[in-house]
């Protein structure tokens, strides 16, 4: 008697060490707080970019506009940490981001009882949404037209007004049900005045500058303007830090898809791109529009067609020469779905003859298959394993040399679920993808799931949706954060 032998799947594992960082003088650490508290950041030494001065303007009413402002300056001087928050170092000349903030009566406006009362009197939502953005581009603009405007926009909102129309839900007689969200209502607004903007909620600077969530988790003070003034000074035109170990001459594209408002149920969808060189400096840009039936096509997931591929690769490319002076030497991008064949075509025939080399990666966030470590800690991040041909990637997990997991759950890898090219060995690819997570100057967390390619794919088509086919959105990052 014989019986057939299962063969078990090959299995490979490796761990990649923790990229780090590049902070003022040309220092280096895996953290991007400590790499600040410890030198500076990025934009200071050598001096590029550094804003060594912020003039920050303020919208709100009478008590959220002082109670930001004291906050601001509060926390500016610093905020001891714990035993899990790192001490935040402070906003100021002497300490730091190394930066003075500067306010004045000039960029202020304020929104008086009448015109809240007005807005929390109207009774239908979608009314009331309209309204209040209204308002507030109204303010804006008082802002903008003074002759020395501010750099960094505060809209400091009381809760009552927020909690009220931060979503809302209202039924288009041509479409059926669409939702709108204020913050992405705001930043399409701002953008026309080229200003960048921060929500900062009366919840965030009151109660001791602590937020609970519904499951009652205190987010300690230090980390709250952590992330506040790391996300203030990039939109301010500094560089809280930069990546370490990119390849020179690369672009590297996120590509995502979003529905614009007032599109007929889900068969329109525009393409977004996010291109970044080796530097980490970002371009947004938006694609063209086309058709998707999900029923038709059979997928729920977008596919470009082979014109709308080259067209995309294409505009990437001429922007990419026209804001970095050249042509980029290599290639790589991002999606979070597989290629179809007409993709696979579209770009390849797009980057022929253009660039030296290309690689076409999909990554798919999945929980399916995981590593299951022999002790209690999670898999440490940088932990790399491939099934067969089929290459998983840990981009969170356990920081063995913090000794730290950022994270409330069991961490799970994301899958390398298709490259197309073969341009560069698998291992510099997923070190790339690493150092990319890495890249998020909208907060101080070290690393992320995705790279920057792709984290803000859903967050900039959502803000995309609010920009008029008319209006050509602006490309710098920053607006969107």
């Known amino acids: 008697m014989s019986f057939d032998?299962?063969?078990e799947p090959s299995i490979r594992s490796q761990y990649l060490e923790e990229p780090c960082l590049l902070f003022a003088h040309g220092k280096e650490h895996i953290d991007p707080k400590q790499g600040i508290l410890q030198f500076g950041p990025r934009s200071f030494f050598p001096e590029k970019k550094h804003p060594a001065t912020v003039r920050v303007g303020i919208i709100g009413t009478a008590d959220t506009i002082e109670?930001?402002?004291?906050?601001?300056e509060k926390s500016a001087?610093?905020?001891?940490?714990?035993?899990?928050?790192?001490d935040f170092p402070g906003y100021r000349k002497d300490r730091g981001f190394l930066s003075e903030l500067i306010f004045d009566n000039d960029w202020i406006a304020q929104i008086n009882r009448i015109e809240l009362d007005e807005i929390l009197r109207v009774r239908f939502l979608a009314q009331r949404f309209n309204e209040i953005v209204d308002l507030l581009e109204h303010k804006i603009k008082l802002i903008i037209g003074k002759d020395r405007p501010p750099d960094y926009l505060i809209i400091a909102l009381p809760d009552e007004i927020y909690s009220s129309c931060k979503m809302v839900k209202f039924r288009n007689r041509r479409i059926g049900e669409e939702g709108r969200n204020l913050r992405r209502a705001l930043k399409s607004v701002a953008m026309k005045y080229r200003i960048?903007?921060?929500i900062l909620l009366s919840s965030t600077v009151m109660n001791n500058g602590k937020e609970k969530s519904r499951k009652a988790i205190v987010e300690c003070q230090s980390e709250i303007a952590w992330n506040f003034f790391t996300g203030l000074y990039f939109k301010s035109g500094g560089y809280p830090w930069g990546p370490i170990g990119l390849i020179?001459?690369?672009?590297?594209?996120?590509?995502?898809?979003y529905q614009p408002l007032g599109s007929i149920l889900t068969t329109m969808q525009t393409s977004l791109v996010q291109?970044?060189?080796?530097?980490?400096?970002?371009?947004?840009l938006r694609g063209h529009e086309f058709t998707w039936d999900p029923q038709k096509e059979g997928s729920k997931s977008p596919h470009l067609s082979k014109e709308h591929a080259f067209a995309l690769i294409e505009l990437v490319l001429r922007h990419y020469k026209e804001e970095m002076g050249q042509t980029p030497q290599r290639v790589v991008v991002h999606k979070t779905s597989r290629y179809w064949p007409q993709e696979k075509e579209g770009m390849t025939e797009a980057l022929k003859n253009k660039v030296n080399r290309y690689d076409l990666i999909a990554l798919n966030v999945q929980n399916e298959i995981r590593l299951m470590p022999e002790n209690q800690y999670p898999p440490l991040r940088g932990t790399y394993f491939a099934v067969e041909d089929i290459d998983y990637l840990?981009?969170?997990?356990?920081i063995a040399s913090l000794r730290k997991y950022y994270g409330a759950h069991v961490p799970a890898p994301i899958q390398i679920a298709d490259h197309i090219g073969y341009?560069?060995?698998?291992?510099?690819?997923?070190?790339?993808?690493?150092i990319l997570t890495k890249m998020n100057w909208n907060s101080s967390r070290l690393g992320g799931l995705l790279p920057i390619t792709l984290r803000f794919s859903r967050l900039i088509g959502d803000i995309m949706k609010e920009i008029p086919s008319e209006r050509e959105p602006l490309t710098n990052f920053k607006f969107y954060m």
């Open 394 to 398: 840990y981009t969170t997990g356990y």
């Open 5 to 7: 032998r299962v063969l």
């Open 67 to 72: 109670n930001a402002r004291k906050w601001i």
């Open 275 to 284: 291109a970044f060189d080796e530097h980490g400096d970002g371009l947004v």
């Open 196 to 198: 960048p903007t921060q």
């Open 77 to 86: 001087g610093g905020i001891k940490g714990d035993d899990e928050y790192i």
């Open 248 to 257: 020179t001459g690369t672009c590297y594209i996120g590509v995502g898809f």
């Open 423 to 434: 341009d560069t060995p698998r291992e510099t690819l997923l070190r790339e993808i690493l």
